[in-house]
């Protein structure tokens, strides 16, 4: 007769209680996981989160009070955890998982991983972590009422990257400063300029006209006598637009002329953009005090948030918040910058007053600060009674693993709505490796197409070796029986090869570097293809089944369209090309943003219909199934799938 304790075999409970086991990601999902992983019987639990508190937080992470706002959501988890269980043994880390202290033999303590995390990130790391520690791991995320439980096992079932994630999808400079045609345009323009006035300048980030915009075949020479500017401090020629900021003394009717008049009116001169578009409409400061103060305004309904004010009411709450900025600028002192954030009211009130000034501008409708912070901070909103069944789920499959019946493990997708069948949560099986993966693969290797003559050290380090393949101290040499050091994890060796050219080295077509990252205990081959020439503003392309390449469309399918503005570390969908195994209708469709609104939808088919998943970012679309790449897990609100 099988012994039970409670509604568990006692070989597993007596497995759960004295297994060690590791949650990442202490916010939304963390949270629900934390509870249900003591009250199920586990002893021994660490957990490991960067954030801290926020007020944004309490409407759902549950194991969070007032009180407690501002502390560290890893320490103040565990205590409340405690209370449901106190002789449970839990460790609390308020550090990210990336540093070096958690390497591979940390992780090898744990007989299970379980991800609560929102950003991709951290979870290719975790997920590479586990494949060199051969631990198993249970991937989760969140969006809106989606969600999304997968098992992780070394070469049993596919790894976090084996599956294309599209690179996110960043609007082209001329866009974003000449010809914006969508809300989303005019608020990444606003967020450039809080970086430009406020904050650390980014040359990338450029808010003035673009006079090398290629649609504008134009004589900037003739056209720039013709552009007439309200007074010297606004002159487009500017060399820095915070220094002439700081000159003015952060005048904020100077700085509301300048970008919301002269650079208009520079813009104009650009005769060709306009011949197809309707043209903007410059805005003058004094000319709307004098039309629009005296208007005595109906007050307005509804949730203050949620109202869209006119123009003179983005007039003035530009003016305030300027001089708010300032303010705090001073206080900080000489050199000082600001880190915009969508919960600190002064920089929310300057993106949306900004935004919406140039939406009128653009003949766009002007939106609420509440859809405002939705596309500039990233947020669909979170539901916490998804997270409650994710984190469930969670559970149970973490439960299948310790009994041995990691084959009987799925994929498990909850949805917004019952399908044909009346049910919301489909299962699938789990993927075989793929054999293309980078990561996982025996021999990982990739080839990468640039141009040696143009692309520097600095580059290959930052943009492709750790941005794009997610190495985080790597070391890279080249295979040219010398065994060159090209970059080096130790601080300082190889700095001085920084701003040097690739072809410096010798590195030419076919070439081949070897980069190692020895936390990740993992090394990846690159294959050096070389081409005179890319597309603008594209410094390198990753050739074959690299996460940028999409999987080709198939006919047949329905498009779903959302936009993103795509700036950093957004989370991303994997996919899964598998049937459900008893449900063999459903894909999740799910979109998020940095920055972007977004749509989430899950689709319900008749049996053997796929949807196709637009991604945000790329307009790229892809049949397999997507992954809700991101949780509620450590940021206020979920990071959204683009």
């Known amino acids: 007769m099988v012994q039970l304790v409670g509604s568990l075999r006692k070989e597993l409970a007596d497995s759960i209680s004295t297994c060690k086991v590791l949650v990442v990601g202490a916010g939304g999902i963390g949270c629900e996981l934390l509870k249900n992983l003591v009250l199920t019987g586990f002893k021994n639990i660490e957990v490991i989160d960067l954030d801290t508190i926020d007020v944004s937080n309490l409407n759902r992470q549950f194991l969070f009070q007032k009180k407690h706002v501002g502390k560290s959501k890893a320490q103040v988890a565990k205590e409340s955890a405690l209370q449901f269980c106190p002789s449970a043994n839990i460790t609390a880390y308020h550090d990210s998982i990336m540093n070096p202290e958690y390497n591979v033999e940390f992780f090898r303590k744990f007989m299970l991983v379980m991800n609560a995390l929102d ?138 002329n300048k970008l919301f008049k002269d650079d208009i009116m520079y813009l104009l001169t650009m005769d060709k953009l ?67 954030d969508k919960d600190d009211p002064p ?97 990982p290797e990739v080839t990468v197409k640039l141009n040696v003559h143009k692309t520097m050290v600095l580059t290959l380090q930052d943009k492709i070796v750790k941005e794009r393949f997610g190495m985080v101290a790597p070391d890279v040499q080249i295979e040219d029986g010398k065994g060159t050091i090209l970059i080096s994890s130790e601080e300082g060796e190889t700095e001085g090869n920084n701003s040097k050219f690739l072809s410096d080295f010798g590195i030419r077509n076919g070439s081949r570097l070897q980069a190692d990252d020895f936390l990740q205990d993992y090394t990846l081959l690159i ?51 598998k049937a459900p195994s008893e449900d063999d209708d459903i894909m999740i469709v799910d979109s998020d943003e940095e920055d972007g609104a977004a749509s989430s939808s899950a689709a319900a088919a008749t049996g053997g219909t796929k949807r196709k998943h637009s991604d945000a970012e790329t307009g790229e679309t892809s049949t397999k199934r997507p992954r809700t790449d991101q949780s509620a897990g450590d940021d206020d609100d979920i990071i959204a799938l683009d």
């Open 119 to 256: 950003n991709r990130a951290a979870r290719n790391h975790v997920n590479r972590m586990c494949l060199a520690a051969d631990i198993p791991l249970i991937e989760s995320g969140t969006a809106g009422y989606l969600g999304q439980v997968t098992v992780i096992k070394k070469g049993m079932t596919e790894c976090y990257e084996c599956q294309p994630k599209p690179a996110q999808k960043t609007f082209p400079g001329c866009t974003i400063r000449n010809t914006p045609s969508e809300p989303i345009h005019c608020i990444v323009w606003a967020k450039y300029l809080f970086n430009q006035l406020f904050g650390e300048e980014d040359a990338d980030q450029e808010v003035s006209p673009d006079t090398a915009d290629p649609e504008a075949a134009w004589n900037p020479e003739e056209t720039a006598a013709r552009a007439t500017a309200s007074d010297k401090d606004g002159d487009i020629k500017r060399v820095s637009t915070k220094e002439w900021a700081r000159s003015t003394g952060y005048d904020s009717v100077k700085l509301f």
């Open 274 to 340: 306009w011949k197809k578009r309707k043209a903007p409409t410059p805005l003058d400061w004094h000319q709307l005090e004098n039309s629009e103060c005296p208007k005595e305004g109906t007050p307005a309904s509804g949730l203050k948030d949620q109202q869209v004010l006119d123009v003179w009411g983005y007039c003035q709450l530009f003016q305030h918040s300027v001089e708010t900025l300032r303010s705090q600028l001073q206080e900080k002192g000489e050199g000082a910058e600001l880190v915009w």
């Open 347 to 443: 920089a929310m009130d300057f993106v949306t007053a900004a935004a919406n000034l140039r939406m009128h501008i653009f003949s766009m409708n002007m939106k609420s600060r509440f859809d405002v912070k939705s596309m500039a901070g990233n947020i669909i909103p979170a539901i916490a009674t998804t997270n409650a069944v994710i984190a469930g789920l969670i559970v149970l499959e973490g439960l299948k693993i310790l009994s041995g019946e990691l084959e009987s493990c799925r994929t498990i997708f909850l949805n917004k709505c019952p399908n044909l069948r009346k049910k919301l949560l489909v299962p699938c099986v789990l993927d075989p490796p793929s054999a293309n993966c980078y990561v996982c693969a025996s021999k």
């Open 527 to 577: 294959n050096v293809l070389h081409v005179e020439d890319l597309e603008r503003d594209v410094e390198f392309e990753v050739v074959g089944e690299a996460p940028d390449k999409a999987p080709p469309p198939q006919t047949n399918q329905e498009e779903v369209n959302s936009i993103t503005n795509g700036n950093k570390d957004s989370a991303q969908p994997s996919t899964s090309s």
